[in-house]
């Protein structure tokens, strides 16, 4: 018995955003979730204080952004069940009411008591814009946002019952975080500029706000060029808690609101903390009195209690072994999305007090356990690794070599039904943390600065040679494969290295230089960091295309790639196997339409699973009777 590719469809992805809210009748949890099965949309739930759980966004509505291309957050709950969100369609934010709770205020736009109308009403105009990191300022009847149009980006205030936008200021290139001080009087932000990346170096700001609401001259209170501050909340008009790494690891500070002073009240070689790809995660949640932190490594992420004058950090236990980068805290509650090796990423409401845990998302159907791998977390010549072998099968076996993508990602140690689907059927899988990854720290993630192509290939080329040595590969049939930058290490691992018999890349850049010159403006910098700035290091990025070099591809490829991606354009995978093709080595291209950089349609994920394992069947030698055949074009 293996898993089907249906069952990978149906538990793809997880919660994205969460907001816990107490009302008088008790604790309500709000979140987003993939629906695969809906076209891939993003739909927004609401669940109750009596257990009920309701859709808050209406069929054909779909809560997502373009906002740096990853989008960002992109809801927040109004009171009355309302909801404020962006949809995906035409990018403009809009106000769906919903019915009035006993007890609870009135908004604007409807009687008090009086349910509200069912349809969605656009709050910001038609055009090219483009908003994310939705956030609601106490005591105004606005909701803040970063707003995008042709590369500027800018903090605007939407009313919520409609009319003109406002401009609260615009400073970097780039923002995120939106934070208004608890006395009104001051607003805080995060920002940064070409060629930096958000985990790179960013400036926590602060300016004063003027009697019309915008911003006057802001201060930097935090971070720079080689220091990123990730998330900001104000714990009074005169300080703010702060996620930063100035001691190389992402820890949480106090911050005087002049600047003139900060204090660390985590002082630890661990991360509270991620690459923030998508402006709108946070890392911890203000409780009252406490802060509700997630940290640890790419290993293992927890989820505790810190108290910031004492500094004490108690662990608030349970069986997870990650916690993601989205949590709120309400009525002595915290909510967040946790997982294990066993169970998927799941909305799970935890008491602050007893620990008591409570899962109130939809269970997802899953395969009997048996059928489900066992990680092993292993570091192989310093890289950081996590296996899994096939159950109850001894001896060398045929392994693929996961890369993720960012490089900035990492794998955690949770259930993944895409490893299951092909552990299940006798391969191994070993998800590679290379050099770049975070939950390390900054020295780790740095491994990688201008070793793009070299360091990423090497440490899953080192990696594979370790399953061997270990006794779990067989030498001779072993691939990798990855998505994004991730499809980029697939690729150049082939022409950079005789370890892999073969390559499956998911959207993958295969010629960087031409990637910078097309891709969007939040990445169009990034490779300065990643291999060099251009021109200056133009052989760098000569010496590593896997587009200039594919004569020595050492395996086939299947490419694999989104019609609508405007990260990755298709071009790349096109023109890669067109070299191919004229060396005379093998490859596959497919396509897929409605599909943007990464995979939402169930149909989709169905096709791609069933391609991939058809691929590994041809280059490994084994049968796949259960999938449609896959044609390799060119030589043998």
């Not at 005169?238 to 003139?260: C, F, K, Q």
């Not at 691939?479 to 290490?489: E, F």
């Not at 990025?541 to 990755?568: F, K, N, Q, W």
Request: one cysteine or more.
């Amino acid at each position: 018995m293996s898993i089907r590719p249906i069952d990978v469809a149906r538990t793809d992805g997880g919660p994205q955003w969460v907001e816990a809210v107490a009302t008088p009748a008790g604790l309500e949890v709000w979140w987003d979730e993939p629906r695969p099965h809906e076209g891939g949309r993003r739909c927004v739930v609401r669940r109750l204080p009596d257990g009920t759980r309701v859709d808050a966004l209406p069929q054909g509505w779909n809560a997502r952004n373009r906002v740096v291309e990853y989008g960002g957050r992109s809801w927040r709950p109004l009171p009355g069940g309302g909801l404020v969100f962006t949809n995906w369609a035409d990018q403009r934010v809009y106000r769906l009411d919903g019915p009035q709770m006993p007890g609870e205020a009135a908004t604007s736009g409807g009687a008090a008591g009086q349910p509200a109308a069912g349809e969605p009403v656009a709050l910001t105009p038609e055009g090219s814009a483009r908003y994310a990191d939705l956030y609601l300022p106490p005591g105004r009847d606005e909701v803040w946002a970063v707003r995008e149009q042709d590369d500027v980006r800018d903090l605007v205030a939407v009313p919520l019952g409609g009319g003109p936008l406002k401009v609260i200021t615009k400073a970097q290139h780039f923002l995120m975080n939106p934070r208004i001080s608890p006395d009104g009087g001051y607003v805080a932000w995060i920002g940064w500029d070409h060629p930096n990346m958000p985990w790179d170096g960013t400036e926590l700001c602060v300016a004063p706000l003027d009697q019309d609401g915008t911003a006057g001259p802001y201060q930097v209170i935090a971070g720079g060029p080689a220091e990123s501050v990730i998330q900001a909340e104000w714990r009074d008009e005169h300080t703010l808690y702060a996620v930063t790494d100035p001691t190389s690891w992402w820890n949480i500070h106090l911050i005087a609101r002049d600047g003139s002073g900060a204090r660390n009240l985590t002082p630890m070689e661990s991360e509270v903390g991620s690459a923030p790809w998508k402006p709108g995660g946070t890392y911890f949640a203000i409780a009252d009195d406490r802060l509700v932190v997630v940290h640890g490594t790419a290993g293992r992420r927890l989820l505790s209690v810190l108290d910031p004058e004492r500094g004490d950090l108690r662990e608030l236990g349970g069986e997870a072994t990650y916690w993601a980068p989205t949590i709120s805290a309400a009525g002595g509650k915290a909510v967040s999305v946790s997982a294990t090796p066993y169970t998927p990423a799941e909305v799970t409401v935890v008491d602050l007090d007893s620990g008591a845990h409570e899962r109130v998302s939809e269970p997802k159907p899953l395969p009997d356990r048996a059928l489900l791998p066992t990680a092993e977390t292993v570091t192989i010549e310093g890289v950081h690794a996590h296996l899994y072998h096939p159950t109850g099968v001894e001896g060398p076996v045929p392994y693929v070599v996961f890369a993720h993508g960012g490089p900035t990602g990492n794998y955690t140690v949770t259930l993944d039904l895409e490893v299951a689907y092909f552990t299940s059927r006798g391969l191994g899988v070993a998800e590679v943390n290379y050099g770049g990854s975070t939950g390390y720290g900054r020295a780790y993630r740095e491994r990688l600065r201008h070793e793009w192509g070299v360091v990423d290939v090497d440490d899953c080329a080192r990696v594979a040679r370790g399953l061997v040595e270990l006794g779990r590969a067989d030498a001779a049939r072993i691939a990798i494969r990855g998505g994004s930058a991730g499809g980029w290490t697939t690729v150049a691992a082939l022409v950079h290295s005789d370890v892999f018999a073969g390559g499956v890349a998911h959207y993958a850049i295969t010629d960087p230089e031409s990637w910078a010159a097309e891709t969007h403006d939040f990445e169009s910098r990034y490779l300065d960091g990643l291999i060099g700035p251009l021109p200056e290091t133009r052989q760098r990025y000569t010496d590593r295309s896997p587009l200039l070099h594919a004569a020595r591809a050492s395996g086939p490829y299947l490419m694999l790639h989104g019609l609508e991606d405007a990260i990755v354009d298709v071009g790349q995978a096109e023109r890669f196997v067109a070299e191919l093709d004229r060396h005379g080595k093998q490859w596959a291209l497919l396509t897929f339409a409605g599909e943007q950089h990464g995979w939402r349609r169930e149909e989709t994920i169905v096709a791609v699973l069933e391609a991939e394992l058809a691929f590994y069947g041809l280059i490994f030698g084994f049968e796949t009777p259960e999938v449609a055949p896959l044609e390799l074009k060119g030589r043998p």
